[in-house]
């Protein structure tokens, strides 16, 4: 059994900063790629950053160069740094984890329950 918990989102103002964070527990082996989605009111959920267990990270286009995906492998935690947030950031982030179990020793997608990121003025 592995559980993904997340934390960190809130509501803030236009250009500030917020950190999620992603841990991941249970009956781990070690945790492959771990990623962050997001999904606004009335769209689809959509990929925002992935990073594998080797540090390499790929970026959705809207956040390039605003949002910072890093991960923790000895706590099995990813981190998401956003900043200079605008309005259409605002949506329920929720993280992923390809995790190899120690009952299976095969990979599986696990996936948090969601955190609220809110940006307005």
């Known amino acids: 059994q592995v559980q993904l918990v997340e934390s960190g989102g809130g509501l803030v103002q236009p250009e500030e900063s917020l950190t999620l964070s992603c841990a991941a527990s249970g009956s781990i082996l070690f945790v492959n790629t771990m990623e962050w989605h997001r999904q606004a009111p009335g769209k689809e959920r959509d990929l925002v950053a992935t990073i594998t267990r080797t540090g390499t990270t790929v970026y959705a286009d809207s956040v390039k160069a605003r949002f910072t995906i890093s991960r923790d492998n000895a706590k099995n935690t990813v981190y998401l740094l956003m900043n200079s947030l605008k309005p259409e950031d605002t949506a329920v982030y929720y993280c992923?984890?390809?995790?190899?179990?120690?009952?299976?020793?095969?990979?599986?997608?696990?996936w948090g329950q969601g955190t609220q990121v809110t940006v307005s003025s």
């Open positions: 992923e984890a390809d995790v190899v179990d120690t009952m299976t020793y095969r990979g599986k997608a696990y």
